[in-house]
């Protein structure tokens, strides 16, 4: 009967950890397209990137009404104040890599950004965001995606 509590506890342990961290990490769990489809990616992959038809509504490539010049500088200056780890950047290409470090374990994360002229007053940015270690992220870098976003937007 013991054994019953205690692996009965480490489950509901473990569920609980992986629920925290989850929605530690902006798992929109319960949006489009759905739940089972979000947990099975989250706890599945280690890679998510922007793109015109993703099924996740926060990863479709964003367009901002500024030119690449000045969506380029945006990018690179909220990776700065996130304390993200400039690898490279390349402004003729206006792309640029860096290290995303998780507050905890700091495990790394790599990410690749580029921005993409569509005319003079519009650009849509992809972004790439890849861990180095394990299997699956627990939505860490669709979390990444969204904070360099998000911080653009500000």
Do not use: C
Request: no cysteine; proline share 3%.
């Amino acid at each position: 009967m013991a054994a019953i509590k205690v692996i009965a506890f480490a489950l509901v342990f473990i569920v609980g950890l992986v629920f925290f961290t989850l929605q530690r990490n902006g798992a929109n769990l319960f949006q489009e397209p759905g739940f089972v489809k979000r947990l099975s990616t989250y706890l599945t992959t280690n890679v998510a990137e922007t793109s015109d038809n993703n099924p996740f509504p926060e990863l479709r490539t964003p367009v901002f009404s500024v030119d690449a010049e000045e969506l380029y500088q945006r990018a690179l200056y909220v990776a700065a104040e996130s304390g993200w780890n400039v690898l490279a950047n390349d402004r003729d290409n206006q792309d640029a890599n860096f290290v995303v470090r998780s507050p905890i374990f700091l495990f790394e994360d790599d990410m690749y950004i580029q921005v993409k002229f569509i005319n003079m007053n519009e650009s849509s940015l992809y972004v790439r965001s890849s861990s180095r270690t394990g299997k699956a992220d627990f939505a860490a870098n669709a979390g990444h995606i969204q904070d360099l976003i998000n911080g653009i937007k500000e």
